[in-house]
Each structure stands twice: as C-alpha cells, then as structure tokens.
C-alpha cells in the first residue's frame, strides 16, 4: 500500500505566504514524478507544479515566479512553497506521485483558502 500525507493547508490573507508538504510511505521503490494539482469550486482540477526525480520542474502559468515545487528524493517528499497568494489560488491541494512503473498516487487533499 502506498499512502501520501499531506500537511500545510489553512487561512491566509492575500499577499500571504504557505507552504504545502506531502510525504510518500508504503510500497514505494522508485518515484519518477511527484507533483501539486488543485481544485477549485466549480472547477477541474488542473496541474499546478510537478518535479522530476532529476529536478526538472513545471509550473502552471499562473502560478509561475509565486510557487516554488521541491522535493527530497531520498525522504520521499514533496513541498510546494506558495507566495504572493490571491483568491484565485483557494482550492483543495492534492499531492500526486508517479512511480517509475507508471503507477499514480493521491493524496487527500488540503484545503488553501485565502482571504481578501
């Protein structure tokens, strides 16, 4: 069994900062990708940031220059350090992995709520 724990969520004005992290326990051999995507109200989810086992990154382009996606290989984890958040950032977090074998993962998701 594979189980992420994500931590971090919560209130935050606009202009505020949180950081996201997620750790990967279980049956885990080898991660290739791991990765944030959220969720807003009335929205799909969409992919926010994601980083290779090299350290190749990729973010959304609204969240380019705010978000900064980490992670340690060697722990298995992943954090997202969020900056310069707005309304528009609010939304339940969820962490994904995606192990060499092509085998996705969830978390439960944490909820990012800033106010204005």
């Known amino acids: 069994q594979v189980q992420l724990v994500e931590s971090g969520g919560g209130l935050v004005q606009a202009g505020g900062s949180l950081r996201l992290s997620c750790a990967a326990s279980g049956s885990i051999f080898s991660i290739n990708v791991m990765a944030w995507y959220r969720r807003a109200p009335g929205k799909q989810r969409e992919l926010v940031a994601a980083?290779?086992?090299?350290?190749?990154?990729n973010y959304a382009d609204s969240v380019k220059g705010r978000f900064t996606i980490s992670r340690d290989n060697a722990k298995n984890t992943v954090s997202l350090q969020m900056s310069s958040l707005n309304p528009e950032d609010a939304a339940f977090y969820y962490c994904?992995?995606?192990?060499?074998?092509?085998?996705?993962?969830w978390g439960q998701g944490t909820q990012v709520t800033v106010s204005s």
């Open positions: 980083i290779t086992s090299a350290g190749t990154t």
């Open positions: 994904n992995i995606v192990t060499i074998q092509g085998m996705p993962y």
